[in-house]
């Protein structure tokens, strides 16, 4: 069945809230312990639409299954080119390159923005999403032993890395 990557609407926002929450629920993907409210999510998509920050669904017949983002790492002014990425599917929607496709929209909404420095931060033992990204040619760059927990147990965090644009000049 085909699927359609695009821009969130206000709307998708409910869609998004309820596919973040089921992995906060069922995952170590995310280390958030409990839900988050539709108020957050509803900031983090004005966040977006207000400075041109990526947020994306995937919809397949006529239902968001997925959705991707990327908003700044940090906030100061000289990190303003590097941004941290999310993707997340339904879990039925999980296996069929999915996540590599909303992955792809990202990137290229990230060079069409100007950012420089993808950046993932990832649950070590998160099989699929650390072989989504070796796949997309993410590169780790820094691994946190035992820097977070959940579900009774320690959790390592394996930073990954994608520079977009290797020669552009810093400005
Ligand atoms: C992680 C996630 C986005 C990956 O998307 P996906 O559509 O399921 O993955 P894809 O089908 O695109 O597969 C990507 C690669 O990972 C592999 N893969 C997929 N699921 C896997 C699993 N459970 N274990 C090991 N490898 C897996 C695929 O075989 C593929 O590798 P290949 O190209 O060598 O065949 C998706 O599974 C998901 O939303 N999981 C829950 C939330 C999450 O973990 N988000 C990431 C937070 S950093």
């Avoid at 994306?56 to 790492?73: D, I, K, M």
Wanted: charged residues 20%; proline residues 4%.
């Amino acid at each position: 069945m085909s699927v359609v990557i695009r821009r969130a609407t206000r709307n998708d926002v409910p869609a998004i809230l309820a596919i973040y929450n089921d992995a906060v629920a069922t995952t170590t993907a995310t280390w958030d312990h409990g839900p988050v409210t539709l108020d957050d999510r509803l900031a983090r998509f004005d966040a977006a639409q207000a400075n041109g920050w990526a947020l994306l669904v995937a919809e397949q017949a006529g239902r968001v299954v997925g959705w991707g983002a990327w908003a700044p790492f940090r906030a100061k002014a000289g990190w303003s080119k590097t941004m941290e990425h999310s993707v997340y599917l339904a879990p039925d929607a999980r296996g069929a390159g999915m996540g590599r496709l909303i992955m792809e929209a990202l990137i290229d909404a990230a060079r069409a923005y100007g950012v420089h420095v993808l950046i993932g931060v990832l649950d070590a033992s998160n099989e699929a999403s650390v072989r989504l990204h070796e796949r997309l040619g993410f590169v780790e760059v820094a691994r946190m032993p035992q820097a977070g927990f959940k579900f009774g147990r320690w959790l390592d965090a394996t930073f990954v890395q994608m520079i977009l644009d290797a020669d552009a000049p810093p400005a």
